[in-house]
């Protein structure tokens, strides 16, 4: 279940997804979270209720620690996940996440840059 935090914010079990600008969503995972297919379902639908059928860019910010599943990593870059996304910037705190980041771009190949 999804906590609406504030008119432009919603808190899902392992991330805050937070409507910055009519066009700006901005995705905080939490500290320590492993990340499954229905953690990204689940915080692509509290994206979904803050932009509705608007074109849309996102700054997703990974934490420290945490991890992804290959299942959840596949479901990122579908086309369902990516409904009206212009583009997604992977904002990452050090090299290992950074090289996941990497690594889900060239092998999944997300339909928006």
């Known amino acids: 279940m999804n906590e609406i935090i504030g008119i432009d914010t919603i808190k899902t079990k392992k991330a805050v997804v937070e409507l910055l600008e009519p066009n700006l969503v901005r995705i905080q995972v939490d500290e320590n979270s492993d990340l499954d297919a229905d953690d990204i379902l689940e915080i692509n639908k509290a994206k979904a209720e ?3 059928e608007h074109k849309y ?5 990974t934490p420290v620690f945490g991890s992804i599943s290959p299942e959840a990593r596949a479901l990122s870059a579908t086309r369902e996940v990516y409904h009206n996304a212009i583009s997604k910037a992977i904002v990452v705190p050090n ?3 950074r090289i996941i980041g990497s690594f889900f771009i060239k092998f999944n190949k997300p339909p928006a840059p």
């Not at 860019?57 to 910010?61: G, K």
């Open 57 to 61: 860019c996102v700054v997703f910010i």
């Open 50 to 52: 803050l932009v509705g």
């Open 95 to 97: 090299l290992g996440m």
